[in-house]
């Protein structure tokens, strides 16, 4: 079986100066050292949803793939950078920028405000932003829910490497496992990178047969779901499917006190000890109750170091 991509998204980073939040370059080194070593996450989508990148100026977007490109240098095996903005014209400048610095491919989401209407539309808006990096591999980013493009990916895979040679494949972030099945089953010949983005469902992803996975959750579960994704290699699917029970236990707890990027940002600081900041506004930041009932949950799991934890409290997750 090929070897599985594994990404994990990047923080905004940020230090409280103003309401604008200011980014906080100075801990992406810290931070890469922490994905490496502890999560195991070796390949990296910068400027996504986790990251604020649609909440950043063009300048800040620049700035932040510079310092993944650079502090993730020999450490790091992959660094994608999401291009994707509103303005086609925007999205080219940040494409061509990603191939200045060495990145290692990009990766668009479909315009959200005035949207095409059609797989055509879309392909040709994408086109036009693959066209300005033409030697770095480009990948589309699906997620409906929060674009309201409801373009099935199935359609939009059909034919899509006639238009734009350097598609690489895409991030799909959406539950319809019917549309992302026919995605894997249309392509077998095209050796398409069919990343699933939907965290607590990633082992149904491979089974389908995803070929990576991209998600917010392995910023801080990065470590228990590559243990998930070696059980699943070794074809111990008693074991993989634990360790996705042990993931949705977590996630459906949080998702039950109100979950989003804020609460995001508030586990991944909360975990890797590494100050990630409030968010920018709109997002308000997590509160204090919120962070304190994520912590006792996982160490109640055992994916956070504990004490004063009885044995009792203690939930199995292998």
């Not at 992406?28 to 050292?33: A, L, P």
């Not at 940040?94 to 055509?120: C, M, R, S, T, Y």
């Not at 990178?193 to 959750?217: H, I, P, R």
């Not at 949950?297 to 934890?309: A, M, N």
């Amino acid at each position: 079986m090929a070897a599985r991509v594994f990404l994990g998204k990047t923080p905004y980073l940020q230090i409280k100066k103003t309401y604008s939040r200011e980014i906080n370059f100075s801990v992406i080194g810290q931070y890469v050292d922490y994905l490496v070593k502890e999560q195991g996450v070796k390949n990296i989508f910068v400027n996504g949803t986790t990251g604020e990148g649609l909440s950043l100026s063009v300048s800040e977007r620049r700035r932040v793939a510079e310092e993944w490109v650079t502090q993730g240098r020999n450490k790091l095996d992959q660094v994608v950078i999401h291009v994707g903005a509103l303005s086609l014209k925007e999205s080219q400048e940040l494409a061509q920028h990603a191939a200045e610095i060495g990145a290692d491919g990009i990766a668009v989401i479909a315009p959200f405000f005035l949207k095409p209407w059609n797989k055509d539309v879309l392909i040709n808006f994408l086109k036009e932003v693959a066209a300005a990096a033409p030697a770095l591999p480009f990948y589309y980013y699906h997620i409906p829910a929060l674009t309201g493009v409801k373009i099935r990916a199935e359609e939009l895979l059909d034919g899509i490497q006639d238009k734009i040679p350097t598609f690489q494949g895409l991030k799909f972030s959406d539950t319809d496992l019917l549309d992302f099945g026919q995605c894997v089953d249309q392509n077998h010949q095209r050796q398409f990178a069919l990343l699933f983005g939907v965290d607590e469902q990633l082992l149904s992803g491979l089974v389908m047969g995803a070929t990576g996975a991209v998600g917010s959750t392995y910023n801080y579960l990065g470590k228990k779901t590559n243990q998930m994704l070696e059980a699943f290699e070794r074809k111990d699917f008693s074991s993989a499917l634990n360790y996705q029970f042990c993931i949705q236990r977590f996630i459906n707890f949080v998702v039950k006190l109100g979950f989003g990027v804020s609460q995001t940002k508030a586990i991944m600081t909360l975990v890797s000890g590494i100050p990630m900041g409030p968010p920018r506004l709109p997002l308000q930041k997590a509160t204090r109750e919120f962070t304190d009932n994520a912590e006792a949950k996982l160490k109640s799991l055992d994916i956070l170091s504990f004490t004063g934890v009885k044995d009792g409290n203690l939930e199995a997750c292998s």
